[in-house]
């Protein structure tokens, strides 16, 4: 508490270069979200470090967080939305890939949770951080062929039911009476429908009352494409 009163101290009485405001003050007192704020600012180009960094965020809110799961995955939410803020669209100090397998990882392990939602890291990154849907569409195209998520079924429908939800939104986006002859191209460039009869199939493969039913819901998805574009 002390040098952190000092070091207050210091930083009122004059102005620091970017450097030394790192390297004397946001690393040492793990000030994680400053430390992004200045590899933003300095254009530092460290992705490596910057997962780094972001895992420190990760574990600082969930060590503060309480059991409820709203709770946990809100707050997870809330302090990403703040950061996406800034740090988007850099590539470099908002990784989106590494974000939302983190996010993802997080929600499956309390997908049990009656207030869970599968829409919830969709919801953040295109909702909160103004993410477009055809981003989110690449993200999560590199997130279906990783060894994490295709290691087993719990987790195959895991990430397949935020595809959905992905989809989904991005359709009724392109759907909407708002929607621009533009948003429609960019649905229909993405080629979605072949994404989902690729999808139906990994789910027919699958198996389960839980995979029929996402398979069905892919289906009656893909019914509604033509009015989309």
């Known amino acids: ?22 390297n004397r003050y946001a690393k040492p007192f ?27 965020v990760f574990e600082d809110q969930l060590r503060h967080a309480t059991p409820s799961s709203t709770r946990v995955l809100g707050g997870l939410a809330e302090r ?28 499956a ?6 207030d869970f939602s599968p829409s919830w890291v969709i919801d953040l ?27 087993n079924t719990t987790r195959q429908l895991h990430i397949l039911a935020a595809v959905y939800e992905l989809f989904e939104q991005w359709v009724d986006e392109a759907s909407s009476p708002h929607a621009t002859a533009y948003d429609r191209r960019q649905l229909a460039r993405r080629n979605i429908g072949d994404a989902i009869t690729a999808n139906v199939v990994l789910l027919d493969g699958v198996g389960g009352p839980h995979a029929r039913d996402l398979a ?4 009656a998805l893909s019914r509604r494409l033509p009015s989309a574009f």
């Open 80 to 107: 990403v939305a703040a950061l996406g803020h800034i740090l988007f669209p850099s590539q470099v100090v908002f990784p989106l890939v590494f974000l939302c397998d983190a996010l993802e990882r997080e929600g």
């Open 1 to 22: 508490a002390e040098a952190r009163h000092v070091a207050v101290m210091d930083l009122d009485r004059q102005l620091y270069s970017i450097s030394d405001l790192y």
């Open 216 to 219: 069905l819901r892919f289906k």
């Open 30 to 56: 793990e000030l994680w979200d400053s430390c992004l704020a200045i590899f933003r600012c300095s254009n530092h180009n460290d992705p490596a470090l910057a997962r780094q960094t972001w895992a420190r």
């Open 109 to 114: 392990q309390r997908r049990h949770d009656q």
């Open 125 to 151: 990154m295109h909702g909160e951080v103004h993410v477009p849907f055809g981003v989110l569409f690449d993200v999560y195209g590199e997130l279906m062929v990783d060894p994490h998520w295709q290691s």
